[in-house]
């Protein structure tokens, strides 16, 4: 008889101990650091990159600073080859990159078992969007048409449609670093909801993908190409895969 009670006990109190110590172990962790790499509608193969750094504030709940970094290209970007095999982008007048400083709260909506499943969290973050537009540079050939084919007038010059009309005098664009002396900065804002899907294997770690929506507005349009139609409001679908451990 004391056997059965001493079996009806351990099978009574096990639930609840496993319990406690899960809580127990899910309460060590406080902190959680991510980076990952962003891709979104707006942009090319790879968007750009992500910082986050998050803080538990109960059970379920935690807020988080982070910052993303990305190219917003515009949709009538036609890149060419000129005569020398280097490209350039028909009418650019320059290049948009934003930084983007956020605040957001997380909530965890499925927790996974520490060391299968998957995690679903629900996102929002807000910010301030700093619209970085950069001159956009080529180098162009002055000489006279008909001329010695070794008599060259190259220069490197923001690019100017207006300007600079012949194709086939274009010898590609200037390079990366070339007009960030002439950056101009704008300010907006920006805000983002969306969901994140963590995979990793044991809890300490973070692997996953996150996926959502990004609408960005600017008090004035911002010009990425010359003599199409440009807007100070922009809209993304976006996924970002990181990692990231917790602490």
Do not use: C
């Amino acid at each position: 008889m004391i056997r059965y009670r001493l079996l009806l006990f351990l099978l009574l109190i096990a639930p609840a101990a496993w319990a406690q110590q899960q809580q127990q172990e899910e309460d060590t962790y406080k902190r959680e650091f991510n980076y990952g790499i962003n891709f979104n509608t707006n942009a090319g193969l790879i968007g750009g990159g992500m910082l986050k750094s998050s803080r538990y504030l109960s059970e379920n709940w935690s807020k988080f600073l982070a910052l993303e970094v990305v190219e917003v290209k515009h949709p009538k970007e036609n890149r060419l080859f000129s005569v020398t095999g280097s490209s350039f982008i028909a009418g650019k007048s320059n290049y948009l990159y934003v930084m983007r400083p956020q605040y957001g709260r997380e909530y965890i909506f499925f927790r996974k078992a520490p060391e299968s499943g998957v995690q679903v969290n629900g996102i929002f973050a807000v910010g301030p969007s700093f619209g970085l537009l950069v001159p956009y540079y080529i180098v162009y050939d002055y000489a006279v048409s008909g001329g010695p084919s070794n008599d060259r007038d190259l220069r490197t010059e923001p690019y100017d449609p207006d300007k600079h009309k012949s194709f086939e005098k274009i010898h590609g664009n200037a390079g990366f670093f070339t007009g960030f002396g002439h950056m101009d900065v704008n300010l907006g804002a920006h805000l983002k909801t969306g969901l994140s899907f963590e995979y990793g294997r044991y809890r300490e770690d973070v692997t996953g993908v996150e996926v959502g929506f990004l609408m960005e507005a600017y008090p004035k349009e911002l010009l990425i190409i010359s003599g199409a139609r440009n807007t100070g409001f922009f809209t993304s679908a976006y996924l970002t895969l990181y990692y990231g451990r917790r602490k």
